[in-house]
């Protein structure tokens, strides 16, 4: 494959997932804000080695199937680039307004498997993430 060819399949990859997560981010920021970890988030990333910080959104709701566990739709923004991926981890509620979560998610091989592990209340959410290939950083975020 070309190099032309293998850059407007990542770019359409991303427009794509892009697209439909705007189109949801829409929304689910026009409904009330949730008490839980459900619902909207947005914030930025932090890259310790790098230093590179981006723009970054989350929704966050419950995975139909497997109780106790939730789909993570994370959208970031790297310089002029964004993309999204989907994860699903498993939650705890640690406290009345607290809830814990840690998982993997592979990227492929141009991201590499991440590994998050994280808190939130019902207005802040913190994660750590370290990455197969190297990268490790926060993901800080509030209620849009």
Same mark, same amino acid.
């Given at each position: 494959?070309?190099?032309?060819?293998?850059?407007?399949?990542?770019?359409?990859? %991303?427009?794509?997932?892009?697209?439909?997560?705007?189109?949801?981010?829409?929304?689910?920021?026009?409904?009330?804000?949730?008490?839980? %970890?459900? &619902? $909207?988030?947005?914030?930025?990333?932090? #890259?310790?080695?790098?230093?590179?910080?981006?723009?970054?959104?989350?929704?966050?709701?419950? =995975? &139909? #199937?497997?109780? &106790?566990?939730?789909?993570?739709?994370?959208? $970031?923004?790297?310089?002029? %680039?964004? !993309?999204?991926?989907?994860?699903?981890?498993?939650?705890?509620? +640690? !406290?009345?307004?607290?809830?814990?979560? $840690?998982?993997?998610?592979?990227?492929?091989?141009?991201?590499? +498997?991440?590994?998050?592990? !994280? =808190?939130?209340?019902? #207005?802040?959410?913190?994660?750590?993430?370290?990455?197969?290939?190297?990268?490790? !950083?926060?993901? =800080?975020? $509030?209620?849009?």
């Amino acid at each position: 494959m070309r190099f032309q060819d293998f850059f407007l399949l990542i770019t359409l990859m %991303l427009v794509t997932g892009c697209s439909s997560f705007h189109r949801d981010w829409r929304t689910a920021t026009a409904q009330p804000t949730p008490t839980d %970890l459900s &619902g $909207a988030w947005e914030g930025q990333w932090h #890259s310790i080695p790098s230093d590179h910080r981006g723009k970054l959104r989350c929704l966050v709701t419950p =995975e &139909g #199937s497997q109780s &106790g566990y939730y789909n993570f739709h994370y959208w $970031a923004k790297w310089g002029l %680039l964004s !993309g999204a991926f989907t994860t699903v981890y498993p939650v705890t509620q +640690v !406290g009345a307004d607290r809830w814990r979560f $840690a998982g993997d998610s592979d990227l492929g091989s141009l991201g590499g +498997v991440y590994h998050h592990d !994280g =808190e939130a209340s019902s #207005s802040q959410f913190h994660a750590d993430f370290t990455s197969s290939k190297g990268d490790r !950083g926060t993901m =800080e975020m $509030a209620r849009p």
